[in-house]
């Protein structure tokens, strides 16, 4: 197959499923990996995608590779956030043993959690004195503390998450696709909140409708298998049945 053939071979994939792997495009286009990478760096540097570690996304995926403080974070979409979040915590019953992921929207559960009979483990350390405060029972898992998003992460933190066994767990996510799946530009969180939906019984993420079509760096959960929770069904989503749309 010549090269322009295969250029226009990998275009086409990209504009149905939104990101590709090199894996992937490797078995479509029957060539090896080497072959794959030269194109896919060429058709970067030709400005007709973004290339991303493993593959390639979209041009209208956007790629952050970089976290938001949380000082930044809470300003935006400050409605949609709370509306989500109150939703959220109506999903929670009394005597639950619940996992609350760091967070702004997370964060905007925890006003909605004062009156319930809950035990609230998390890796927040500004979730855990506000509950605490509230007189809500909270357990802080112990580890290294990030600064930009105040999240508790590392090793010590993820052999803590395994003993636990959650009825429920409302993370945060930067970015949502169906291909990529949910994603976070840092490794360490991606790993602590990968670990801690793995101890649910029934997860969800919060996130409001400009998270869908962002990447970050880090996938830590498929988009299969978890429900989220959002403000507007967003376009290409509607035969989705996983999201749920609190207006």
Same mark, same amino acid.
């Given at each position: 197959?010549?090269?322009e ?15 590709? @792997?090199v ?7 029957d060539t ?6 030269? &194109?896919i ?15 390639a ?6 790629? +952050?590779?970089?976290?938001? +403080?949380?000082?930044? $974070? ?8 709370r509306?989500?979040?109150?939703y959220?915590a ?10 609350l ?7 905007y559960?925890?006003e909605?959690?004062r009156?319930?009979?809950v035990i609230?483990v ?6 855990a004195?506000?509950?605490? $405060? ?11 503390l ?6 508790v ?5 993820m052999?803590?998450?395994?003993k636990?066994?959650?009825t ?11 291909? @990529?799946?949910? @994603?976070?530009?840092?490794a ?5 909140? $990968?670990?801690?939906?793995?101890q ?20 830590f959960?498929?988009?299969?298998? +978890?429900?989220?929770v959002? &403000?507007?069904m967003?376009?290409?989503?509607r ?9």
């Open positions: 197959m010549l090269t053939q295969r250029y226009e071979q990998i275009l086409k994939l990209l504009e149905k499923e939104g990101s590709i @792997t894996t992937e495009v490797k078995e479509l286009l090896s990996e080497s072959t794959v990478r030269r &194109d760096t060429a058709l970067h540097n030709a400005g007709k995608l973004v290339k991303v570690f493993g593959g996304v979209a041009l209208d995926h956007v790629v +952050t590779p970089q976290e938001p +403080t949380v000082a930044q $974070k809470i300003t935006v979409h400050v409605s949609e956030k509306q989500i979040a109150e959220a109506r999903l929670i019953g009394q005597g639950e043993f619940i996992y992921d760091a967070g702004t929207t997370t964060g559960m925890l909605f959690l009156d319930k009979d609230v998390t890796n927040a350390v500004a979730h004195q506000q509950l605490a $405060k509230s007189g809500v029972k909270v357990r802080l898992i112990g580890g290294e990030k600064s930009s998003t105040e999240a992460v590392g090793s010590e933190a052999e803590t998450i395994r636990y066994h959650f429920k767990g409302f993370f945060g996510t930067n970015g949502v696709t169906k291909k @990529t799946g949910f @994603t976070t530009p840092d360490s969180e991606a790993m602590v909140k $990968k670990i801690a939906m793995e649910c019984q029934e997860k969800y993420v919060l996130c409001d409708e400009s998270k869908f079509g962002e990447v970050s760096s880090v996938t959960a498929p988009f299969a298998g +978890t429900k989220i959002t &403000d507007q967003p376009e290409g989503y035969d989705c049945g996983n999201i749920i749309v609190i207006s």
